[in-house]
């Protein structure tokens, strides 16, 4: 059973001024990144990563941690304010906190986010730390064969539940990233796949530089080519900042239920802070008593998306840290972080480096500190922020996309890479192909192709042990399962097959 | 053609299924390294071909979805200018000016020419011009500088 000791022995380290300094700068650049429309967390964290190469380990985690906490609860101010989600993650929150700003309350929107979003995280945490070392255990359980079909039930549920109305495109993104990973140097006999004769091309695609050019690039078309958002500022005389206790306390179980809930969904490979929000907003609309005011401004709603989405954050490490496979977008470019750092995420990570699950967590919880004080004591600030145009914005940010990557290696065909991803990125985004799945492809496919090829050379061709060893059955099972529900067909029978079973009821 | 229509899609599915095949083909007839006397299991195109089959098997569903798909109202709100002229001089800049002329220069011609093309009604709302193409050069060469600065001199890096 993990206890909190190590957890509290990280706190006591992280307290140290230059440390409380990364925290300060990082949350607040975070918290800035978020909040304006069009930037998201995984954009922020991947042209962080560029600029901390030549900072010190744990500095350079503790900065990129920051700033992904930060985004995400930033992204819920202009879902409250413009009415547009500053991130995808704050969508479920725009629902509710617009509604909010509108009738005067825009202060106590805000307000009730901030504790939505630090409660959440901090239900995270916990289970950051609780969960993390024995799932790290039971991960040195893992042959070839169960990575094999892990990284394949990554690419199948990240898919499923990013895709929306239609799998196929969450699939074909998810092939497409897998696609993506086989150009260069092959893991097993070095030799190198679909080079053309292009040297640059041996050593593969790095993930930072798809990453910046398919979230920062992409990023940057997008918002300079929609129209400005209206802001909705004004508030009435009995709006306040501060949550009422009474308020959260009243909420209990819901911020407790969306915490759960969103750390879950963060565990499940590549789905992300988005779906956690939903998730948490759908189970607390069915179970509250006031569910018809969920969509014209429900403080209920509101907190439980915001704590749902945050809390995804911390449950989005855990298989990352342990697994080496994201929990969401942000989350894989913290994985390409951790290794640039010396870090080697994954089963090994509790013999190698047992006290950096703790650290991590330190690092979330300053964060979320951070969020509690800015989020309070900023919101005029952040308002400001809110009106910087665009215009001077997105020059900045696209130059930060080119050299960012290009000092990655100092080749220019890193800019090329960059460039690529961003217009194929944001091709894909306006024919409604889900990003994530792609990106998780690019970072799992290594691991796909090894895994499959050790196995088959270790059971010397036979396929049997894939659907014999209990672990990798079980994860077999898991993904057949999934896929056959997703298809139309399937889903028609079972909902008729639904409906028959009320009706005799019924009858 | 709307980007999210079934037209698009029937358009896309072809490419993935081209895609797809030539992915297949290309893993078969991938080195099979027989002369390094390797398992025949661990053949480096084994995974490509797979990929290959399923995202030709993808794109057929995407195709056979598309045709009975019927397109729903328009819900984008996008400027094509601003988005053509973005993604033509974003590119410019990047694959153009960069690498061609010292970073500082690239990248000051850059955010000046896009500050002021998407800036351009605010002389309509009466601004000066010298004002106008002032603000944008002095901010253009504050931002080009504390990059190219940021980048040399704390990171150690030789800027393209």
Known sequence: ?507 | MRLDSARADQVTALVFFVLGVSLGIGGYTMDRLEVRQIHPASIPGLVPMILGVLLALCAIGLYLGARKREDGPETDDVSMGNLGFAALYTVIYALGLVGRMPFELATGIFITVFVLHFTYDRLAEGRHFAVWVGGAVLYAVICSAAVAALFRYAFLVRLP
Request: charged share 15%.
């Open chain 1, 1 to 507: 059973m993990p206890t909190l000791a190590p957890y509290f022995g990280a706190l006591g380290e992280f307290a140290q001024p230059m440390m409380l300094f990364h925290v300060v700068w990082a949350t607040l650049l975070g918290i800035f990144i978020g909040s304006l429309p069009g930037l998201t967390a995984t954009m922020g964290v991947a042209l962080l990563t560029t600029l901390t190469y030549s900072m010190e380990r744990d500095a350079a985690i503790l900065v990129l941690i920051c700033m992904y906490v930060g985004a995400i609860y930033g992204g819920s101010r202009s879902a409250i304010l413009l009415n547009i989600p500053g991130t995808p993650a704050s969508a479920a929150t725009s629902l509710d906190g617009y509604p909010l700003a509108k009738a005067g309350r825009a202060q106590y929107a805000m307000g009730l986010a901030t504790a939505g979003s630090a409660m959440g995280t901090l239900v995270g945490i916990l289970l950051l730390v609780m969960v993390a070392p024995p799932l790290a255990e039971a991960a040195l359980k893992f042959g070839s064969f169960e990575f094999f079909w892990l990284a394949v039930f990554g690419i199948v549920i990240s898919g499923q539940l990013t895709g929306g109305a239609s799998p196929l495109k969450g699939y074909i993104a998810g092939l497409l990233g897998l696609t993506v990973a086989m150009i260069g140097s092959e893991g097993i006999h070095a030799h190198v796949r679909f080079s053309f004769g292009y040297d640059q091309l041996n050593g593969g695609i790095a993930l930072i530089s798809a990453m910046v050019g398919a979230f920062g690039f992409a990023e940057v078309l997008t918002a300079i080519s929609q129209r400005k958002p209206d802001l909705v500022t004004h508030s009435d005389e009995s709006d306040r900042m501060l949550p009422k206790l009474v308020d959260l306390w009243r909420y209990k179980y819901t911020i407790f239920r969306s915490g759960v809930i969103g750390t879950f969904v963060g565990i499940i490979p590549g789905v992300g802070e988005d779906i956690g929000a939903w998730a948490s907003y759908a189970a607390a609309k069915r179970t509250s008593k006031e569910r018809d005011q969920f969509g014209s401004g429900s403080t209920e709603g509101l907190t439980a998306a915001e704590t749902g989405n945050s809390a995804v954050i911390p449950g989005a490490l855990i298989p990352a840290l342990t697994l080496a496979v994201p929990g969401s977008a942000p989350a894989a470019v913290l994985i390409a972080a951790l290794f640039i750092h010396g870090i080697r995420p994954g089963p090994m990570i509790m013999f190698e480096q047992p006290d950096f699950i703790y650290s991590v967590a330190a690092m979330l919880t300053y964060a979320t500190i951070a969020i509690g004080v800015f989020g309070i004591m900023l919101t005029r600030v952040f308002v400001l922020v809110l009106r910087v145009p665009r215009e001077y914005l997105m020059p900045l940010v696209f130059t930060l996309c080119v050299i960012g990557p290009y000092a990655l290696t100092q080749r220019p065909f890193e800019i090329v890479v960059m460039v690529f991803f961003g217009i194929a990125g944001y091709l894909l985004r306006k024919m409604n192909y889900p990003i994530a799945p792609l990106v998780l492809g690019i970072i799992l496919g290594e691991l796909l192709d090894k895994s499959l090829r050790r196995s088959l050379i270790l059971s010397d061709g036979d396929l049997t042990p894939f659907f014999t060893r209990p672990i990798s059955a079980g994860f077999a099972v898991l993904i057949f399962v999934s896929v056959i529900l997703s298809l139309a067909p399937a889903r028609r029978f079972l909902a008729r097959l639904v409906g028959r079973g009320a009706a005799r009821e019924k009858g």
